[in-house]
């Protein structure tokens, strides 16, 4: 089993950034692909972005490329996502997800492990 938790979620306004933290436990750290997913009110999760094993490979979706960058740091069993020039409609609470598939994994049906999520919440 993974625990994963999530942290760094807020409000700020529009333009603003925010940083989140998922911090897994439980299995090696270096053997899952991690991904961050969004939920907003009243629509489905959606992908947003997956990074490798090693950190070496990044997807993301069309929406926030060039705004959010995932990392990892597999000494901290922690994987990141810098958001900058948020937008009202980035507004989700978001999901840090654990997955043992080889490469970047990018449909949601590929993750083994959810966090709980934390609230994004970018005003106008």
């Known amino acids: 089993q993974v625990q994963l938790v999530e942290s760094g979620g807020g409000l700020v306004q529009a333009g603003g950034s925010l940083r989140l933290s998922c911090a897994a436990s439980g299995r090696t750290f270096s053997d899952l692909a991690m991904g961050w997913f969004r939920q907003a009110p009243g629509k489905g999760r959606q992908f947003v972005t997956t990074?490798?094993?090693?950190?070496?490979?990044?997807y993301y979706t069309d929406s926030v490329k060039g705004r959010f960058t995932i990392s990892r740091d597999n000494t901290k069993n922690t994987v990141y996502l810098q958001m900058n020039s948020l937008k009202p409609e980035d507004t989700a609470v978001y999901y840090c997800a654990a997955s043992r598939v080889f490469g970047v994994a990018i449909n949601a049906q590929s993750y083994d492990y959810w966090g709980r999520g934390t609230q994004v919440t970018v005003s106008s």
């Open positions: 990074i490798t094993r090693t950190g070496s490979g990044t």
